[in-house]
């Protein structure tokens, strides 16, 4: 009997036209490093009295489907993470490169189904209503560039073959740490030892009764762009500013040498006074733990742009 391994295991994923509704085709091969995603149900132990010291059988709880997948930062792929986290992009250029512009602040966010296969038991469960909750990533010296992608889905029906059909393949681009770069009023940031970042949807879940067990959907909430930076205190100019309490704009960028290239520009991003300690005879740093508002000028929080060679997402 052949047993389950990670490095045979496959992801799909495709949108929605209709939430809760998994499409015939249009699938497309995600590369992932690993995934929590997957459907839960405890049981509830009986209460009941009078039969004796041994318990009663339990009883089934509700369903829950969620969890996360770590996700490779690339230049085609990410994309699709992108769009479920914001919306349709705004893409522009008639020819390759194109450039596909993320906005916050989007009313309507697409749902996705997505199929998780480990051909070799054969196990391959179909999420369907999938919809992207919160994404993060770290900015660092080096390592391996990954983001996480939390996400809510519907439910999960489970089949001995795969439900996707034939998978459209990508051409994967990563970027990596030594590719990126932080800016504060379009001047480079320096000193910075590593950055956080943190989008979220803040989806409340629709729990209404239901014959399944199923959620009917999952609604976005207030959204929030938070994040961490570790300064080497070199100067006083975050310290000023988070004293002052006044907005920059700071934008996180990856550009590789083929042009390709991932821009997150927050537009106003608030800085709280910092406890600066000084721990020993080394370096001394400062953490910002910023979160970022609505920009008066532009209208929006943020905006992410992804230039590649694909022309639509």
């Known amino acids: 009997m052949a047993r389950a391994q990670g490095a045979r295991a496959q992801?799909?994923?495709?949108?929605?036209?209709?939430?809760?509704?998994?499409?015939a085709s249009g699938f497309t091969?995600?590369?992932?490093?690993?995934?929590?995603?997957?459907?839960?149900?405890?049981?509830?132990?009986?209460?009941?009295?009078?039969?004796g010291r041994d318990p009663l059988a339990p009883i089934k709880d509700a369903l829950t489907a969620d969890g996360n997948v770590?996700?490779?930062?690339?230049?085609?792929?990410?994309?699709?993470?992108?769009?479920?986290?914001?919306?349709?992009?705004?893409?522009?250029g008639t020819?390759?490169?194109?450039?596909h512009e993320f906005r916050s602040g989007g009313w309507v966010l697409p749902s996705m189904s997505i199929e998780t296969g480990m051909p070799e038991v054969p196990r391959f469960?179909?999420?369907?209503?999938?919809?992207?909750?919160?994404?993060?990533?770290?900015?660092?010296?080096?390592?391996?560039?990954?983001?996480?992608?939390?996400?809510?889905?519907?439910?999960?029906?489970?089949a001995t073959t795969s439900a996707a059909g034939t998978l459209a393949e990508i051409d994967l681009q990563r970027f990596g740490h030594f590719n990126g770069a932080i800016t504060r009023n379009g001047q480079p940031l320096g000193n910075i030892v590593s950055a956080e970042i943190t989008y979220a949807n803040t989806l409340d879940r629709i729990e209404t009764i239901r014959s399944d067990g199923r959620i009917d959907g999952a609604d976005p909430g207030m959204a929030a762009l938070t994040g961490r930076i570790?300064?080497?205190?070199?100067?006083?100019?975050?310290v000023n500013q988070a004293i002052n309490g006044e907005p920059c704009e700071m934008t996180?960028?990856?550009?590789?040498?083929?042009?390709?290239?991932?821009?997150?520009?927050?537009?106003?991003?608030?800085?709280p006074r910092p406890r600066i300690e000084i721990s020993g005879p080394q370096g001394v740093q400062a953490s910002f733990d910023w979160?970022?508002?609505?920009?008066t000028v532009t209208g929006r929080m943020c905006t992410i742009t992804l230039v590649n060679e694909r022309e639509t997402y």
């Open 125 to 158: 469960a179909m999420y369907s209503g999938c919809m992207l909750d919160t994404l993060s990533w770290q900015m660092q010296r080096s390592g391996l560039l990954t983001a996480t992608a939390s996400l809510v889905a519907q439910g999960e029906a489970i």
């Open 230 to 238: 570790e300064v080497r205190f070199a100067d006083q100019l975050l």
């Open 29 to 51: 091969r995600m590369p992932f490093a690993s995934a929590t995603l997957g459907a839960e149900q405890p049981l509830l132990n009986s209460e009941l009295l009078g039969y």
């Open 70 to 92: 770590v996700v490779p930062i690339d230049a085609e792929a990410f994309g699709f993470w992108l769009k479920a986290a914001f919306g349709q992009p705004i893409t522009t």
């Open 95 to 99: 020819v390759a490169p194109y450039s």
């Open 252 to 271: 996180f960028a990856y550009v590789l040498t083929s042009g390709e290239s991932l821009t997150l520009v927050a537009h106003a991003v608030y800085l």
């Open 11 to 23: 992801m799909a994923l495709a949108f929605e036209t209709t939430y809760g509704a998994p499409p």
């Open 291 to 295: 979160q970022a508002a609505k920009d």
